[in-house]
């Protein structure tokens, strides 16, 4: 393979490190550090630390292809040599067993345009910093380091030096300010700030005093921000150079380029690259205006990701590897190896299954449930492809809608007799033994998963006993009785109820719904069950029209110490599962729509703010924590079901794939697991 070589005179140069032996470099890899002493954070290093652990000089290669994939970008330059686009401070990164070749498509399947695409987007995505494989340690990634002050009020990032956009433009710290200020606080982009960038409701300020420096100032302590950056699809950065020019704030010509490109305004143009949402998979302007995509200066928003897409439709995208991506292996091979990606959309499982049973994917683990697992399993020799069986974070989980527009159901739906009725009348037992083979653990949900030490036990099993009897005792409390005769219970004034189950497959297995259904058909409910597409479901829930919401739900401490979604009403993001929509109108319209909620949440959002601020496993912290849990559960506003496992696969063919701790979206599916670092062999 023809590689470009750079001089190892001129990349000590390049990057200032400290003068070592012209020596060649040890490639090493997790499987084999050939007495190679680690770095300061695990299986990476930055230059200067490996150079001098492994007493040589790393010369640097690129993909041969590079210019010829940089062609298909649009908007791209043509390519200047690898010493102009790797950064002077790249991330080196030791593969798990093996030094890659470059070349190949990773071909993978999702649900629909932004349904199910998280699992793909983590293989490529990056953020300011990373959890390790370990699940425990945060370590750098697009930020070479990171310090806070004393009491948690100041964390400052620092940037690598000659990073770069994927079009070639310098990475710098206005793009991290830009993005605060101008976009995540930006109501004409999205519409409420997300809580992850503010501290207990009030706003942070951003300081840029070079380059490479970026302060983010709290007007509170936070400990759990860098947790945030670590593991969310939000990326505290965006392209400065690109998007301001659109930004009728920034911009006096913004409009008017607009208008000349075929949109309304600048804000359009905006929308058409960002989404309006924090979302970093939105659908690109080439499918949401494709008769004006040409228009604009490029197809894409430039990326810092390992690969960028060049095609966008109805059906699927395609992407190429990012010419200036910003980490090296450690034989100096710039990443990624994999020089394509193809995704295409299919929402029905069975075909899914198929394809993976075909072996025409190389990995899967977004929206694969335990119950495919049997077939998946006994196919894998035949299909070349490997399976795992690994924990859930969250699990399968029910919301009455609290706020339903029908008044009668809204009234029986917001007491927590019923809501206590219909979680007791589950049998959670069963549930785990004919959807999940008895590999599961029945619980109730308690908002932290897995259980914190400050969590009291009874907690999780709290209302989640099968006690039909007790069930229907309730239900006769809160005056449902069946007044027609035909075995299900009506509303107490009298109308007829059937719960309406809208459920897809991405967010719960469907043997779960329709056991559930037996289950509180059992004590006089009616329901009735339809599978939807994951838009279709979150569609209906954002306009307030589900009886029950129905999705995975839970996060770890760690989550949660940095994001309060959980805990403040709608309960989640757009994504997952919510309830009392009507309330959240309420808390953001600050009292003048939507409806009160009860004191039991206000004070659920009182303490989450006050939990955030404080360092975990103090006597403070775990009281406060304890009592989230308490008034959680003791309401039942949300019903749990069983934690059990979930399924990932990978081809044979895709290497560097390791041992995954977790099946989770929580920690942000593939991210702990460096995709980029992955190759095909074929």
């Given at each position: 393979?023809?590689?470009?070589?750079?001089?190892?005179?001129?990349?000590?140069?390049?990057?200032?490190?400290?003068?070592?032996?012209?020596?060649?470099?040890?490639?090493?890899?997790?499987?084999?550090?050939?007495?190679?002493?680690?770095?300061?954070?695990?299986?990476?290093?930055?230059?200067?630390?490996?150079?001098?652990?492994a007493n040589c000089t790393l010369t640097f290669q690129g993909n041969p292809d590079a210019a010829k994939l940089n062609g298909r970008i649009r908007g791209n330059s043509k390519l200047p040599s690898l010493a102009e686009r790797i950064p002077e401070e790249p991330l080196v990164v030791a593969p798990y067993t093996s030094i890659g070749k470059y070349g190949g498509i990773f071909d993978v399947i999702s649900n629909a345009p932004?349904?199910?695409?998280?699992?793909?987007?983590?293989?490529?995505?990056?953020?300011?910093?990373?959890?390790?494989?370990?699940?425990?340690?945060?370590?750098?990634?697009?930020?070479?380091?990171?310090?806070?002050?004393?009491?948690?009020?100041?964390?400052?990032?620092?940037?690598?030096?000659?990073?770069?956009?994927?079009?070639?433009?310098?990475?710098?710290?206005?793009?991290?300010?830009?993005?605060?200020?101008?976009?995540?606080?930006?109501?004409?982009?999205?519409?409420?700030?997300?809580?992850?960038?503010?501290?207990?409701?009030?706003?942070?300020?951003?300081?840029?005093?070079?380059?490479?420096?970026?302060?983010?100032?709290?007007?509170?302590?936070?400990?759990?921000?860098?947790?945030?950056?670590?593991?969310?699809?939000?990326?505290?950065?965006?392209?400065?150079?690109?998007?301001?020019?659109?930004?009728?704030?920034?911009?006096?010509?913004?409009?008017?380029?607009?208008?000349?490109?075929?949109?309304?305004?600048?804000?359009?143009?905006?929308?058409?690259?960002?989404?309006?949402?924090?979302?970093?998979?939105?659908?690109?302007?080439?499918?949401?205006?494709?008769?004006?995509?040409?228009?604009?200066?490029?197809?894409?928003?430039?990326?810092?990701?390992?690969?960028?897409?060049?095609?966008?439709?109805?059906?699927?995208?395609?992407?190429?590897?990012?010419?200036?991506?910003?980490?090296?292996?450690?034989?100096?091979?710039?990443?990624?190896?994999?020089?394509?990606?193809?995704?295409?959309?299919?929402?029905?499982?069975?075909?899914?299954?198929?394809?993976?049973?075909?072996?025409?994917?190389?990995?899967?683990?977004?929206?694969?449930?335990?119950?495919?697992?049997?077939?998946?399993?006994?196919?894998?020799?035949?299909?070349?492809?490997?399976?795992?069986?690994?924990?859930?974070?969250?699990?399968?989980?029910?919301?009455?809608?609290?706020?339903?527009?029908?008044?009668?159901?809204?009234?029986?739906?917001?007491?927590?007799?019923?809501?206590?009725?219909?979680?007791?009348?589950?049998?959670?037992?069963?549930?785990?033994?004919?959807?999940?083979?008895?590999?599961?653990?029945?619980?109730?949900?308690?908002?932290?998963?897995?259980?914190?030490?400050?969590?009291?036990?009874?907690?999780?099993?709290?209302?989640?006993?099968?006690?039909?009897?007790?069930?229907?005792?309730?239900?006769?409390?809160?005056?449902?009785?069946?007044?027609?005769?035909?075995?299900?219970?009506?509303?107490?004034?009298?109308?007829?109820?059937?719960?309406?189950?809208?459920?897809?497959?991405?967010?719960?297995?469907?043997?779960?719904?329709?056991?559930?259904?037996?289950?509180?058909?059992?004590?006089?409910?009616?329901?009735?069950?339809?599978?939807?597409?994951?838009?279709?479901?979150?569609?209906?829930?954002?306009?307030?029209?589900?009886?029950?919401?129905?999705?995975?739900?839970?996060?770890?401490?760690?989550?949660?110490?940095?994001?309060?979604?959980?805990?403040?009403?709608?309960?989640?993001?757009?994504?997952?599962?919510?309830?009392?929509?009507?309330?959240?109108?309420?808390?953001?319209?600050?009292?003048?729509?939507?409806?009160?909620?009860?004191?039991?949440?206000?004070?659920?959002?009182?303490?989450?703010?006050?939990?955030?601020?404080?360092?975990?496993?103090?006597?403070?912290?775990?009281?406060?924590?304890?009592?989230?849990?308490?008034?959680?559960?003791?309401?039942?506003?949300?019903?749990?079901?069983?934690?059990?496992?979930?399924?990932?696969?990978?081809?044979?063919?895709?290497?560097?794939?390791?041992?995954?701790?977790?099946?989770?979206?929580?920690?942000?599916?593939?991210?702990?697991y460096r995709g980029p670092q992955w190759w095909l062999d074929e």
């Amino acid at each position: 393979m023809k590689r470009l070589m750079l001089a190892s005179v001129a990349m000590l140069a390049l990057t200032a490190a400290p003068q070592v032996q012209a020596a060649a470099c040890p490639a090493i890899t997790v499987s084999n550090p050939m007495n190679v002493a680690g770095g300061a954070f695990p299986q990476q290093y930055e230059l200067a630390e490996f150079q001098s652990a492994a007493n040589c000089t790393l010369t640097f290669q690129g993909n041969p292809d590079a210019a010829k994939l940089n062609g298909r970008i649009r908007g791209n330059s043509k390519l200047p040599s690898l010493a102009e686009r790797i950064p002077e401070e790249p991330l080196v990164v030791a593969p798990y067993t093996s030094i890659g070749k470059y070349g190949g498509i990773f071909d993978v399947i999702s649900n629909a345009p932004e349904a199910g695409t998280a699992g793909f987007l983590s293989v490529r995505h990056v953020n300011l910093v990373r959890y390790s494989d370990d699940l425990q340690t945060i370590v750098p990634m697009v930020a070479k380091s990171w310090k806070w002050n004393d009491d948690f009020t100041q964390l400052t990032f620092q940037l690598r030096k000659g990073h770069k956009w994927s079009d070639g433009a310098p990475f710098t710290s206005a793009d991290v300010k830009y993005w605060y200020d101008n976009l995540a606080l930006n109501p004409d982009v999205i519409a409420k700030p997300k809580d992850y960038v503010l501290v207990a409701g009030e706003r942070m300020t951003v300081e840029t005093p070079d380059a490479q420096t970026v302060i983010f100032n709290l007007p509170a302590p936070k400990p759990g921000l860098l947790a945030h950056f670590a593991s969310s699809f939000a990326q505290g950065f965006q392209p400065k150079h690109f998007l301001s020019k659109w930004d009728p704030k920034l911009n006096s010509k913004a409009n008017e380029m607009a208008k000349a490109a075929g949109y309304k305004d600048g804000l359009d143009v905006l929308s058409a690259y960002f989404g309006n949402s924090d979302w970093t998979d939105t659908p690109s302007p080439l499918l949401k205006t494709p008769t004006k995509a040409g228009n604009l200066p490029a197809d894409v928003v430039p990326t810092l990701e390992s690969h960028i897409y060049v095609t966008d439709t109805p059906n699927g995208r395609h992407l190429v590897a990012n010419p200036y991506f910003f980490m090296v292996d450690t034989a100096g091979n710039q990443l990624p190896y994999i020089s394509e990606q193809d995704e295409i959309y299919i929402n029905e499982n069975e075909v899914r299954i198929l394809k993976l049973i075909n072996g025409e994917v190389d990995f899967k683990s977004q929206s694969l449930q335990l119950a495919s697992s049997p077939v998946l399993l006994d196919k894998q020799e035949a299909g070349k492809y490997r399976i795992q069986i690994k924990p859930e974070i969250s699990a399968p989980t029910f919301a009455f809608n609290v706020t339903s527009k029908n008044l009668e159901k809204r009234k029986v739906f917001g007491d927590v007799r019923f809501r206590q009725a219909m979680s007791i009348a589950m049998n959670r037992e069963e549930i785990n033994e004919v959807a999940f083979f008895g590999l599961g653990k029945p619980q109730q949900y308690i908002g932290f998963s897995p259980a914190p030490n400050f969590v009291d036990p009874k907690w999780s099993t709290y209302m989640a006993e099968y006690a039909p009897d007790k069930a229907k005792a309730l239900l006769d409390q809160v005056g449902m009785k069946d007044i027609d005769g035909d075995g299900f219970r009506e509303l107490p004034n009298g109308e007829k109820l059937v719960l309406n189950l809208q459920f897809a497959t991405q967010g719960i297995a469907g043997e779960v719904v329709e056991l559930v259904a037996q289950h509180w058909s059992a004590v006089g409910v009616q329901t009735q069950l339809k599978e939807v597409t994951p838009d279709e479901y979150r569609s209906s829930q954002s306009s307030n029209d589900l009886d029950v919401g129905m999705w995975r739900k839970g996060q770890p401490l760690a989550i949660v110490m940095g994001s309060n979604a959980l805990w403040v009403p709608p309960f989640d993001t757009y994504f997952f599962l919510r309830t009392g929509m009507l309330w959240a109108e309420w808390v953001d319209s600050k009292g003048a729509a939507g409806v009160e909620p009860p004191e039991y949440v206000k004070q659920l959002m009182k303490d989450i703010n006050a939990f955030q601020s404080i360092p975990n496993g103090t006597p403070e912290s775990d009281a406060l924590g304890a009592k989230l849990v308490e008034t959680m559960v003791s309401n039942t506003l949300f019903i749990g079901t069983v934690q059990a496992p979930g399924v990932i696969y990978n081809r044979t063919a895709l290497k560097n794939v390791t041992e995954f701790k977790t099946h989770s979206y929580e920690y942000y599916w593939a991210l702990p697991y460096r995709g980029p670092q992955w190759w095909l062999d074929e």
